[in-house]
Structures are given as C-alpha cells and as structure tokens.
C-alpha cells in the first residue's frame, strides 16, 4: 500500500525481545496517520487501568503515509501511551531525521513495553532490529 511500509516493531524491554508484526491494510486505512496507528496500539494492547508510570503500560512511536516525503510536515512522527496526568490516552509528536530514517528501515510503529533491568539501547537496521 502507498504510503506504508505495513509493518510494526514491537519491543518488550523485560523479556528483551524484538518481534516485527505486518498490519493489515484496513489497519492502516482505518486508523490514518501516525497518531491513528498509536491510538490503535494502545486500543489493542493497552490496559486502561494500567499505572501510566508502570511497566504494563506502552509506548508508540508511529509514522504517517507522509513520513519522508517532501509534504509540509513529512518529517514528524507521534508518541502515544496513557498519560499520568490524565489517566486517557495522550499523544505528542515530534520531528527530525529520526521518523524518516525509522520509515527507510520499514518500520511504521514501535511498540515499546516492560521495563529493561539494566540500560538498554535498540539497534535498527533495516529489517533487523535487536536490543544491546
């Protein structure tokens, strides 16, 4: 599908795993854009009565069908969880080279979830991603 690499990243810091999922294209057309593919991870995966602050909770980084193109605003990508404010699902976005180069790796979200035990970085290249 135009636009979309059609893939997420999911990431679980406790058990250090890396794990790609393909998403269906009415996934991708129904919830449009990045901070749609965020709400939809939180929707799917999240628990509402999560602690905002705890491990349960989760984070998504997510890109648009625009993402690395030239269009006004083709550099941005969106942070989504439960916010600890609120206790509802917030998101904020954010740009740079870092949501195009997440795009040229093929990735359109990383789920991020869990708590490492010690620091922990994620290596994306290309298809291959893995914790260090």
Not at 5 to 30: F, I, M, N, Y
Not at 45 to 65: F, K, Q, R, T, W
Not at 116 to 132: C, F, H, M, Q, S
Request: proline letters at 5%; charged letters at 20%.
């Amino acid at each position: 599908m135009f636009g979309w690499c059609g893939q997420a990243l999911h990431v679980d810091l406790t058990s250090r795993t890396v794990q790609g999922e393909t998403l269906e294209e009415k996934v991708l057309k129904d919830y449009l854009g990045g901070r749609g593919l965020g709400i939809y991870f939180l929707i799917r995966e999240g628990d509402p009565s999560c602690n905002p602050l705890g491990a349960e909770n989760i984070m998504v980084m997510s890109v648009g069908p625009l993402t690395g193109t030239s269009a006004p605003t083709g550099a941005r990508y969106m942070v989504t969880t439960k916010s600890p404010l609120t206790g509802a699902i917030t998101c904020a976005n954010s740009g740079g080279q870092f949501p195009a180069a997440l795009k040229k790796a093929g990735w359109d979200a990383l789920v991020m979830k869990g708590r490492a035990a010690t620091p922990v970085y994620l290596w994306i290249n290309g298809d291959k991603a893995e914790l260090r």
